[in-house]
């Protein structure tokens, strides 16, 4: 299939679309007169679109006319406070010349890691696509502190992609998609389309980011891609700085580079991998870890090492190989006290210190997903 056709059938496929906007887009009411134009085209074509918007830390600045991304923490959240209101009233002002409103939601990481607060959110973001409203989406800078911060609102975007099922995301940045590396390390041709996301695909991502003005880079837009793929979307890395650039991606046009979807893993454990809180770390053997990556099995109390962190029946820790490298995800099936008992112990003498009733394994294969999504 030729690179157009590809392109064009990620788009006219696409029900639902995620489209992000960095910071860097969004300094000037003429920059977000142009989004918006764009989103009100990819509405009137028949998607519902769901805008992820940074700039609210970069809006502060310009009002309060600070040329320097602070890095104190309470000094950015007022920022966030100071701009998210500007923000939001130029958003109004520009739907409501395309006759549609837009609804903001601030979210921490702490509202899609707790199960019954990321149905919320999706049923929630539903009702608005119901009213035909523009769901207009940031992370909830005035009140994150680091163990509640997505990172960027570049993994933001992949993640609402999988929580809501859209089947195509849309990156706005400063760059012109992910570029190859000539020889001497300098940033050459655009890459058109990535239909897999491999090693070496990774590492073509060098620092994008400004450090005096926004947050993110090239590798925060693969993880991002990792993500939307895993959930069976498209996602679309380019330059929002070019007049018409939705438009031309409606139109399916050689633009930037698009991330072309990879297997559906299906959704409990796409949310183990990107969404559940990680209450603590179990530690296995090269015999346990090759269980798990190459034959596909449960891990069993002989494979386990070591065990940190305190957690009860039912809550997602990480497994690490003897190296320290996180591997996998799962839903344990004691207490991490019940796993320090049976460490390295054989099923029968796991039976006979925890009772005969109890599971066979730590972890059941069916609650437990690979952190790399090529091997699943």
Request: aromatic content about 4%; proline content about 3%; hydrophobic content about 40%.
């Amino acid at each position: 299939m030729e690179n157009q056709e590809i392109r064009k059938k990620a788009v006219d496929s696409a029900r639902q679309v995620i489209v992000k906007a960095g910071t860097r887009l969004l300094t000037s009411r003429e920059s977000i007169a142009e989004l918006v134009s764009g989103i009100a085209r990819l509405r009137r074509a028949g998607k519902k679109v769901l805008l992820v918007s940074s700039g609210a830390v970069g809006m502060g600045m310009e009002l309060l006319r600070i040329p320097r991304r602070p890095k104190d923490l309470a000094a950015k959240q007022a920022l966030a406070a100071v701009g998210q209101t500007r923000l939001m009233a130029i958003y109004a002002e520009e739907c409501a010349k395309y006759g549609f409103l837009p609804a903001q939601l601030l979210l921490t990481a702490a509202d899609l890691n707790s199960r019954s607060r990321y149905l919320n959110v999706m049923n929630c973001i539903n009702a608005l696509w119901e009213k035909e409203l523009l769901p207009v989406i940031n992370e909830n800078d005035p009140v994150s502190v680091a163990e509640l911060k997505f990172g960027d609102n570049d993994k933001l975007a992949g993640l609402l992609c999988s929580l809501t099922g859209s089947e195509l995301a849309v990156i706005l940045t400063t760059e012109d998609g992910l570029r190859d590396r000539n020889p001497d390390g300098t940033l050459g041709a655009r890459i058109p389309l990535v239909p897999k996301i491999t090693p070496a695909v990774k590492a073509l991502a060098g620092g994008t980011d400004n450090a005096d003005y926004s947050v993110g880079g090239m590798s925060s837009k693969i993880l991002a891609a990792s993500i939307a793929t895993a959930a069976g979307a498209a996602l679309w890395i380019a330059d929002g700085r070019k007049k018409g650039i939705l438009e031309k991606i409606l139109a399916g046009a050689d633009e930037g580079t698009l991330f072309t979807p990879g297997e559906r893993i299906p959704g409990r454990k796409r949310y183990l991998r990107y969404f559940s809180s990680v209450m603590g770390r179990v530690v296995i053997d090269a015999g346990a870890a090759e269980a798990l990556l190459v034959k596909g099995k449960s891990l069993l109390s002989s494979g386990v090492t070591a065990v940190t962190g305190e957690f009860k029946r039912g809550d997602t820790v990480e497994i690490a190989d003897g190296s320290g490298k996180i591997i996998a995800r799962g839903l344990v099936n004691f207490s991490a006290s019940e796993c320090r008992k049976v460490a390295g112990k054989s099923s029968g003498e796991l039976h006979r210190i925890l009772g005969s009733q109890t599971e066979d394994e730590v972890i059941h294969r069916n609650n437990l997903t690979l952190m790399d999504p090529s091997q699943e």
